[in-house]
């Protein structure tokens, strides 16, 4: 019995030896590089903000908070592409025009050539941009916040926001 324990010894120590003696390897390193440039995006590809139902006499007001992810240290504006003054609302027979702003005073203008300023840090932040719809016509009484709308009307509009890095 102990013979054969021997042999068995014997022998897997040689499969041991020959399994380590026959296997060959090589290896390499691969530098893996690139660039990634500095950007800016949109959380979203759209956006609602809704007037809500509004009363008679007044002038429709709305916000929407527009998540942007821009990177860290990189200055941007947020601005619009077209110019808000020559964009109308539908939906009812006045003549409508859209107004943006950065602020809930209405008081500091977006447009196509001035914006909200910042820096990206590398993280979501929410940009709030101000919406308020004017009455056009010469007739239409400004109670303080501009021409109100006198008509009945279910508004629709659209913008398109851009990000200038």
């Known amino acids: 019995m102990r013979k054969t324990l021997n042999k068995i010894a014997l022998a ?10 026959f296997a060959e390897t090589a290896t390499t390193t691969v530098n893996l590089g690139g660039t990634v440039n ?15 139902t509004v009363a008679f006499g007044t ?10 992810i821009c990177s860290n ?6 601005r619009t592409v077209q110019d808000p ?10 003549s409508l025009s859209v107004r943006v702003y950065s602020d809930s005073s209405y008081t500091n203008p977006i447009d196509a050539v001035s ?4 820096m990206g840090n590398g993280s979501v932040m929410n940009e709030t ?6 009455n056009n016509a010469s007739i239409a009484p400004d109670l303080g916040e501009g ?3 006198l008509q009945p009307a279910t508004l629709s509009a659209s913008i398109d926001f851009v990000l200038v890095y």
Do not use: D
Not at 12 to 21: D, E, H, K, Q
């Open 85 to 94: 003054a020559n964009l109308y609302a539908s939906g009812t027979s006045e």
């Open 38 to 52: 500095p950007g800016c995006v949109f959380t979203q590809t759209s956006y609602t903000a809704s007037f809500g």
């Open 129 to 134: 941009v101000y919406f308020k719809i004017l």
């Open 59 to 68: 002038v429709p007001k709305a916000s929407v908070e527009l998540g942007i």
């Open 73 to 78: 240290e990189l200055q941007y504006t947020l």
């Open 147 to 149: 021409k109100v709308v």
């Open 12 to 21: 897997l120590g040689f499969v041991l030896l020959a399994s380590n003696s």
């Open 115 to 118: 914006g909200i300023n910042g």
